[in-house]
């Protein structure tokens, strides 16, 4: 019925990036301005992480993507979520000291040197 639209793959990731720096952005203007009306911290990055758990879950069900873990990697991705959720709470406190918009600037500047 309908056709498949070609996309170019330079195209598809600019897309997924643009599409990543919205959620990001908004998440942080979500969260400045339950800030200011006085949520708690703890509580809106539960939530936070809760949507974005579930939400990778649908992407992969969706998909029929692989979820085993090998042994091996169960240390990793133990330490891996750990230092995610800090990166979180850091980044969902620091709202309390400056502007949404301009962490979501300098955002993706403070990954680059990884």
Known sequence: MFEQIKIP???QASLALLSAQ????GWHVVGSVAFRGGTNPIIFIFYRLLIGTALMHLYIKYYH???????VDHKRLIASGMLSFMNVLCGSLSLKFIAPSR?????PVSYTHL
């Open 65 to 71: 993507m692989n979820t085993f873990i090998d042994p």
């Open 103 to 107: 962490f979501a600037i300098f955002q």
């Open 22 to 25: 919205i959620c990001f952005s």
């Open 9 to 11: 793959i330079q195209v």
